[in-house]
């Protein structure tokens, strides 16, 4: 069955850019759209963004400023970088795969997670 | 704080049922399908329930799921001590244009 493994550093100095890679096996990244999520710590889960095999992104509204999503078919992988990090960005990471059908949408499978930490 | 609304905490004791309820608006629940999610810390985030109502093949008939208006609703019964974990619920929001999360609920199997 398909998997995903977060990888890239656990720690980001503040001001500088956080860079998160998803490494799909068990399946193709091809006709599916690829989420990022995270989870501050004692809150709830925010999503951050997605991106379809084509390259094709949407962000959350209060990231899009800062979150570019890319996507590498030929290694199955897609990425995330949030530039200008600040001590609000640490979090755990997660990669999900999205399913979506008209008024329905879950993400299925979800990547482990990795912890980031915004610190100097 | 979170866009919808979960109790932080619920809990039971084993062969009991229980309820975790999820409050949003018309923007999101009233207008899409419900998500459940089960996550112990640690580990990848597991689908419970999608559509509503609809169980992923290997999750057990104790789950259960279901939507009224701008409300969801899951239930779990015959509470078992692995059922331990927090459970967030999902939808589509309209403003968002893509998903948002309740808070997660801490369910405690006594």
Same mark, same amino acid.
């Given at each position: 069955?398909?998997?995903?493994?977060?990888?890239?550093?656990?720690?980001?100095?503040?001001?500088?850019?956080?860079?998160?890679?998803?490494?799909?096996?068990?399946?193709?990244?091809?006709?599916?759209?690829?989420?990022?999520?995270?989870?501050?710590?004692?809150?709830?889960?925010?999503?951050?963004?997605?991106?379809?095999?084509?390259?094709?992104?949407?962000?959350?509204?209060?990231?899009?400023?800062?979150?570019?999503?890319?996507?590498?078919?030929?290694?199955?992988?897609?990425?995330?970088?949030?530039?200008?990090?600040?001590?609000?960005?640490?979090?755990?990471?997660?990669?999900?795969?999205?399913?979506?059908?008209?008024?329905?949408?879950?993400?299925?499978?979800?990547?482990?997670?990795?912890?980031?930490?915004?610190?100097? | 704080?979170?866009?919808?609304? #979960?109790? !932080? +905490?619920?809990?039971?004791?084993?062969?009991? @049922?229980?309820?975790?309820?999820? &409050?949003? $608006?018309?923007?999101?629940?009233?207008?899409?399908?419900?998500?459940?999610?089960?996550?112990?810390?640690?580990?990848?985030?597991?689908?419970?329930?999608?559509?509503?109502? #609809?169980? !992923? +093949?290997?999750?057990?008939?104790?789950?259960? @799921?279901?939507?009224?208006?701008? &409300?969801? $609703?899951?239930?779990?019964?015959?509470?078992?001590?692995?059922?331990?974990?927090?459970?967030?619920?999902?939808?589509?929001?309209?403003?968002?244009?893509?998903?948002?999360?309740?808070?997660?609920?801490?369910?405690?199997?006594?």
């Amino acid at each position: 069955q398909v998997q995903l493994q977060e990888s890239g550093p656990g720690l980001v100095k503040p001001s500088e850019t956080l860079s998160l890679t998803c490494s799909v096996s068990g399946g193709s990244i091809s006709n599916y759209y690829w989420s990022w999520i995270r989870q501050s710590a004692g809150k709830g889960l925010e999503w951050i963004g997605r991106i379809y095999a084509t390259g094709i992104t949407n962000y959350n509204p209060s990231l899009k400023s800062r979150v570019t999503m890319s996507v590498d078919t030929s290694k199955n992988q897609f990425s995330l970088k949030v530039n200008s990090v600040t001590a609000a960005d640490t979090a755990i990471y997660y990669c999900a795969r999205d399913h979506y059908r008209p008024g329905s949408h879950w993400f299925d499978p979800w990547g482990q997670g990795t912890l980031v930490t915004v610190s100097s | 704080q979170s866009v919808l609304t #979960q109790p !932080p +905490s619920a809990s039971g004791t084993p062969g009991q @049922g229980v309820i975790i309820s999820c &409050s949003g $608006s018309s923007l999101n629940i009233g207008s899409h399908s419900v998500n459940w999610y089960q996550h112990l810390p640690g580990t990848a985030p597991k689908v419970l329930m999608y559509s509503d109502n #609809q169980r !992923p +093949s290997g999750v057990p008939d104790r789950f259960s @799921g279901s939507k009224s208006g701008t &409300s969801a $609703s899951l239930a779990i019964s015959g509470l078992q001590s692995e059922d331990e974990a927090d459970y967030y619920c999902a939808a589509w929001d309209d403003i968002m244009n893509g998903p948002v999360f309740g808070g997660g609920t801490k369910l405690t199997v006594l």
